[in-house]
């Protein structure tokens, strides 16, 4: 069964611009969790997106937004890149039920802003 | 508000114990995890503990939870050089219908031979 994937595996970017990250969840998995990991710090909380609804957002600007597709496929948007965006985004999922509500996470794309 | 801290680094010799651990402030917890992430990797769900348990045993990993203390400890026995790895600590709380994980910074193990 393959795992959560993501594209592109990493993106280069500068200051201004937008970027588009994107994300397949395990087939079977409904909710899609994405996350960013900067140097030094832990994984913060960005978008939980369920059933293609937006169900709860981290402590982020507007400017990060994302949606969910009907396959359940997510992508997450970043508007007018700042240099402290530059991080790896993690993307995980879940099956609704699970005992633990394990997240399954994908490699990450890389993002770097110039 | 929620924080999750761990040590950041942890060194040990191959075939030694190694024991990280991590505290937490969110008392609603009711999941705590320990996931592991491998260089270039994502982070892949070690082991999970209920908030009501003290204690969880898996092969070669224990996981005790002091919940008066609100301290969670990995150990990881006999340990070998493909443990190195961050290893996170995250606390679940529910929150409109699923458990969004609060991480800490991650613990950073080195195995020397």
């Known amino acids: 069964e393959a795992g959560v994937t993501q594209s592109p595996t990493h993106l280069i970017k500068t200051r201004g611009q937008q970027a588009t990250l994107r994300c397949s969840p395990i087939?079977?998995?409904?909710?899609v969790y994405w996350y960013q990991q900067a140097l030094g710090l832990g994984l913060q909380f960005l978008l939980w997106?369920?059933?293609?609804?937006?169900?709860n957002r981290g402590n982020f600007p507007p400017r990060f937004s994302g949606r969910q597709f009907p396959n359940y496929s997510s992508e997450l948007n970043v508007n007018a890149l700042e240099l402290e965006d530059s991080a790896l985004y993690l993307c995980?999922?879940?099956?609704?039920?699970?005992?633990?509500?394990?997240?399954?996470f994908g490699p990450g794309t890389r993002l770097t802003v110039l | 508000g929620e924080d999750v801290e761990q040590s950041l680094f942890l060194s040990v010799r191959e075939g030694d114990s190694s024991v990280i651990n991590c505290t937490y402030t969110?008392?609603?917890?009711?999941?705590l995890y320990w996931y592991k992430q491998e260089p270039g990797a994502g982070l892949q769900l070690l082991t999970y503990?209920?908030?009501?348990?003290d204690m969880k045993q898996d092969q070669r990993l224990t996981v005790l939870l002091n919940k008066k203390d609100k301290h969670l400890s990995l150990r990881i026995a006999d340990t070998q050089t493909g443990d190195s790895a961050i290893y996170f600590c995250?606390?679940?709380?529910?929150?409109?219908?699923?458990?969004?994980?609060?991480f800490g910074r991650g613990t950073s193990l080195i195995v020397h031979p």
């Open positions: 995980a999922s879940s099956l609704a039920g699970m005992e633990s509500n394990e997240q399954f």
């Open positions: 087939s079977g998995h409904t909710s």
């Open positions: 997106y369920d059933e293609g609804e937006e169900r």
């Open positions: 969110d008392s609603s917890s009711t999941y």
């Open positions: 503990i209920f908030s009501n348990m």
């Open positions: 995250a606390e679940g709380t529910a929150s409109g219908g699923s458990y969004i994980p609060t």
